[in-house]
């Protein structure tokens, strides 16, 4: 297989600071050092050291030494909207592309898809995390870049990923929210957070040794998924983006102890196990494993096995008038229509004293009740009522961090610590695939 060029959408702004750290060309003009480009009276204009000049949009700059060059993206907003959202300074390898599209710039990153992991696995994971689970973790990165390639070329017009009524606001999220280029550096793809984490020889180590390495399925590159903590059980593709049967990404009990657990889809069973602390390898609180997976700022996260949150009713109706652009008045009940085999809500109806309507998947949930992002759509809700009856406040209880489609990020890395290999801990959370061997070429 040829060596794949990819294009990751990174810092979307009015106006963009990047430092050119090297030579780097646009046709036959050369350009280094720190430069803005903003958008003013409909032209791009890019401000440089040797003065100013209009560019078009697509306007891209190549590093004349690939191996030695690179730029710095300077205020890019990670996490976006979700619990940890902070800006910082990112360096990059390949060349910088700027797009102008409409209501706001944005800055392409484009290199090759092996430079590429070795930044995500980094950004995902910790760059100190154990071989083995790195290279878990290349072998899903690598084979999930490659289906949405692959599902971007397949893709048909009349694609929806939303429908809306009266009744109902069901809606799920994917990469084909990205029209202009293959994908985005943060949460809603894979992180991807620049060179500057990435250089450890164990990251390299497990880039090269697992180099063209994919998951498959019938022949057929895996769509392969992951999310920080299942709670215990993971949850199926269906359920949470398109209604496509990925057979591979399907009901995991996360555990080598367990057998079997209750049917999470019902709603008192859910409620148990959301209310338990069950022996599953993502059930830790495991220092050293977690400072191996989780990155610095993910740390700042105690909860994420077992968590709870609280609003009184006030605060919950505005929270949810704001997330949804939807005035249901006062919030008055919350009721799961649906779980998937996890336990998630993927349907629930949300009522208030003007509006009840039906919403989902399992993202928009999230959204619904939190300023960021619950940690995930597992969760119960307790209703303390006032003396009249009437609902004064809404506590959440709830199991894992994610979506919790895939690999378990916490559980791998207990797996690993474990003494699993990558290839065990691949096949225990993508039953009935298998890893083939890609040709890349250099």
């Not at 710095?72 to 902070?86: A, K, N, Q, S, T």
């Not at 290199?111 to 689970?133: C, G, K, N, Q, R």
């Not at 498959?216 to 199926?236: I, L, P, Q």
């Amino acid at each position: 297989m040829k060596s794949l060029s990819l294009s990751i959408g990174i810092l979307f702004a009015p106006g963009i600071k990047f430092r050119l750290n090297g030579i780097y060309r646009n046709g036959t003009r050369t350009y280094t050092g720190e430069c803005f480009v903003t958008k003013n009276t409909g032209e791009l204009h890019l401000y440089t050291p040797t003065g100013e000049e209009t560019v078009s949009s697509g306007f891209t700059l190549t590093p004349d030494d690939y191996e030695h060059a690179d730029f710095d993206l300077l205020d890019v907003v990670i996490g976006i909207h979700f619990h940890w959202e902070r800006t910082e300074n990112q360096k990059f390898k390949g060349a910088l592309q700027i797009l102008d599209e409409q209501q706001y710039l944005t800055a392409v990153n484009i290199l090759p898809l092996e430079d590429y992991l070795l930044s995500v696995i980094s950004s995902e994971m910790s760059a100190t995390s154990s071989l083995e689970l790195l290279k878990a973790h290349a072998v899903i990165s690598r084979s999930w870049l490659i289906a949405q390639k692959t599902k971007k070329e397949r893709m048909t017009t009349g694609y929806e990923s939303c429908i809306q009524d009266e009744d109902q606001y069901i809606r799920w999220f994917d990469r084909e929210d990205h029209d202009h280029f293959d994908v985005c550096a943060d949460d809603h793809c894979q992180r991807y957070q620049g060179i500057s984490k990435a250089y450890t020889p164990v990251v390299r180590q497990a880039i090269e040794t697992t180099r063209g390495e994919v998951l498959a399925y019938n022949g057929d590159v895996c769509d392969a998924r992951f999310s920080k903590c299942c709670g215990g059980v993971s949850e199926r593709f269906d359920n949470t983006w398109e209604p496509v049967n990925h057979p591979y990404l399907t009901k995991i009990i996360d555990s080598a102890s367990l057998a079997s657990v209750p049917d999470l889809s019902e709603e008192a069973q859910a409620r148990a196990w959301i209310l338990s602390s069950p022996d599953v390898f993502c059930n830790t609180r495991d220092k050293q494993v977690l400072s191996n997976v989780l990155n610095d700022y993910d740390q700042e996260t105690q909860d994420f096995f077992r968590w709870e949150t609280s609003y009184t009713t006030k605060e919950l109706s505005t929270l949810v008038k704001t997330k949804l652009g939807i005035d249901f008045g006062t919030i008055t009940s919350i009721e799961p229509l649906q779980r998937g085999v996890s336990g998630r809500i993927i349907r629930l109806r949300l009522t208030g004293t003007k509006k009840s309507m039906t919403i989902g998947k399992e993202l928009i949930i999230r959204k619904a009740f939190s300023p960021s992002h619950l940690y995930s759509s597992a969760f119960i809700v307790e209703t303390e009522k006032n003396s009249s009856g009437t609902p004064a406040r809404f506590t959440f209880k709830g199991a894992g961090w994610g979506h919790g489609v895939g690999l378990c990020q916490i559980g791998a890395a207990v797996m690993s610590s474990r003494g699993y290999s990558y290839k065990e801990i691949l096949m225990h959370y993508f039953p009935g695939s298998e890893i083939i061997q890609l040709k890349m070429e250099n």
